[in-house]
């Protein structure tokens, strides 16, 4: 009986030995096959800095600030290597050189930045053309074609999204982030949209049309497109669904404020309108955001907890306040 113990003994740990060469060798391939790049702070705080003269802490300029920022990370990525991996961006690292260049402390910082940080809202870049175009079938072809992924992990205290109220934007703007954040950002020489949108949602709570969402009520941002006049004025045009679809064209100052429609002191901003509104009809490869995943599953940056920030100084006790700022208590589901 001893022996037939023994016997099953050493072969359990025979298999043991084997399972955990094969996970290892499994973890050297996806290493080898793992071909993500995690941005440098350097290198974010560089990008952010090379923008136009406009306020960067608005919520209403945070699309254009955002989409600027990615499409010039990707340009430098690919004029580095065309054929590289998806750049990656940890949300400390976009947080405090965010902070850094917009010239404010941590406790100072916007909302919605602090909230991307309690949550630990990373975000993936895929800047390979073939990953993301498959063919134009209307309208001119992009300069540049990227994936966008912005998230957080899931997990049993990890919320499926966060709400906040910008009191201090004109008009007044309520938004919502959901835990994953899709979209396909196209550069052309007069414009940049922002296509296929998933997991953004808000409204105005006052004035005009809210110049973020463009929505009546609480609605899902579908696909944005922005122009930028000589002057440095946005021209935002935007198509939300709530029951239906719901378009409109925004301008925006450079401080932030939004007008629905054109000035009518602006009559030349009519072409710049016409531009937004041209046709584009464009078939997209199908996102790899799930092999990505299994090619990187030994980098724990792709499914860290977001809770590891919770003890980041001042953070919690700033977002439990509810500061005299004009931004209210976030609600999290």
Request: glycine share 8%; aromatic share 8%; charged share 25%.
């Amino acid at each position: 009986m001893r022996r037939v113990f023994g016997c099953a003994a050493r072969c359990f740990v025979s298999c043991s030995l084997v399972l955990i060469a094969v996970v290892v060798l499994c973890a050297s391939a996806a290493a080898q096959t793992c071909s993500l790049r995690q941005v440098r702070r350097d290198e974010l705080v560089r990008a952010m800095s090379v923008d136009g003269d406009y306020d960067i802490l608005a919520t209403t300029n945070r699309g254009r600030f955002t989409a600027g920022l990615l499409l010039r990370l990707a340009r430098w990525a690919k004029e580095r290597d065309p054929e590289g991996g998806p750049l990656y961006i940890t949300p400390e690292d976009w947080f405090f050189s965010y902070i850094q260049v917009a010239g404010v402390s941590m406790l100072d910082a916007p909302r919605p930045a602090l909230l991307g940080l309690e949550h630990g809202q990373r975000v993936l870049i895929e800047y390979r053309e073939d990953r993301v175009i498959g063919q134009v079938h209307e309208g001119p072809q992009p300069l540049l074609a990227v994936n966008i992924r912005a998230w957080w992990p899931e997990g049993p205290s990890s919320p499926s999204s966060f709400s906040f109220t910008d009191t201090t934007a004109v008009p007044k703007l309520k938004a919502t982030s959901h835990r994953e954040i899709t979209y396909r950002l196209l550069e052309f020489d007069d414009m940049i949209v922002l296509d296929q949108i998933e997991g953004l949602s808000g409204r105005p709570v006052s004035g005009v049309l809210g110049a973020l969402f463009a929505v009546i009520g609480e609605g899902s941002l579908k696909h944005s497109r922005i122009a930028i006049a000589d002057d440095g004025l946005q021209l935002l045009r935007g198509r939300a669904k709530k029951i239906f679809s719901v378009s409109t064209t925004v301008t925006v100052e450079p401080d932030g404020r939004g007008t629905k429609g054109i000035p009518a002191e602006r009559p030349d901003l009519a072409e710049l309108e016409r531009k937004l509104k041209r046709p584009l009809k464009i078939e997209y490869v199908p996102y790899a955001w799930e092999l990505l995943r299994q090619e990187c599953f030994r980098v724990s940056l792709l499914d860290a907890s977001p809770g590891s920030l919770a003890g980041t100084p001042g953070v919690n006790e700033h977002l439990a306040a509810d500061p005299d700022r004009g931004w209210s208590t976030p609600r999290t589901r």
